[in-house]
C-alpha cells in the first residue's frame, strides 16, 4: 500500500471528527479502513462496525469501537451500512471497495437512496473507474446525472471543504 493512501486515511479519520461525523464501516482493525477507525476514535469520532459473523476472524475485527453489529451476511452488511449511513466514502480499496461504491450507485440511481457518494481519488485511484462510468454514458448506458451527482475530490482537505460537511 503507497503511503500516500495510508496518509489520506488518516486524515479522513480526523476529518470526520474535526466535522462533528461518526463513521459506519465494516468493523475491521487491518487496511485503510483500519487507519480511518483508529484516527476518528483517536480524534472522539463516534465509530461502528458492521462485520458478517463469517468475517470475524479474516478481516480481524477492530476491538475498540463504540458498536459492533454483527450481521449474517455481506448483503445485510450493505443493507445495514445503508441504514446507518449519512453518506457515503469511498477512499482506494480492492474488489470490496468497488462492489459497495457500485452498489451504493445503483441503489441511488434506483431510487433506493437519496445520500451523498463521495469519492476520495488520492493519487488519481479512482480514474479508469471514473473513465469506464464515462464510457456508460457515451455510450448510453447510464445517464450523465448519475456520473454528475458523484463527488469527487483528490484530498482530504479538499474533501472536508465541501459543503457536505459544513457545520
Not at 453518506?87 to 431510487?111: M, S
Request: net charge negative; aromatic share 8%; proline share 4%.
Amino acid at each position: 500500500m503507497r503511503a500516500e493512501y495510508a496518509a489520506a486515511a488518516a486524515a479522513v479519520g480526523q476529518g470526520l471528527a474535526g466535522a462533528g461525523w461518526g463513521l459506519v464501516y465494516g468493523g475491521g482493525q487491518v487496511g485503510l479502513m483500519g487507519i480511518v477507525a483508529d484516527a476518528a476514535l483517536s480524534a472522539g469520532a463516534e465509530v461502528t462496525g458492521v462485520l458478517p459473523t463469517f468475517l470475524d476472524r479474516q478481516e480481524i475485527a477492530h476491538p475498540g469501537l463504540h458498536r459492533m453489529e454483527h450481521v449474517g451476511s455481506l448483503f445485510e452488511r450493505k443493507a445495514s451500512m445503508m441504514r446507518l449511513s449519512d453518506a457515503f466514502l469511498a477512499l482506494p480499496g480492492g474488489i470490496g471497495t468497488l462492489d459497495e461504491l457500485l452498489e451504493v450507485v445503483a441503489w441511488r440511481q434506483l431510487g433506493q437512496c437519496d445520500k451523498p457518494i463521495m469519492l476520495l481519488n488520492t493519487a488519481g485511484y479512482f480514474e479508469l473507474w471514473l473513465d469506464g462510468l464515462r464510457q456508460a454514458v457515451r455510450e448510453g448506458f447510464l445517464d450523465q446525472h448519475e456520473l454528475t451527482r458523484l463527488i469527487v475530490a483528490d484530498t482530504p482537505a479538499r474533501l472536508f471543504a465541501l459543503p457536505e460537511f459544513a457545520a
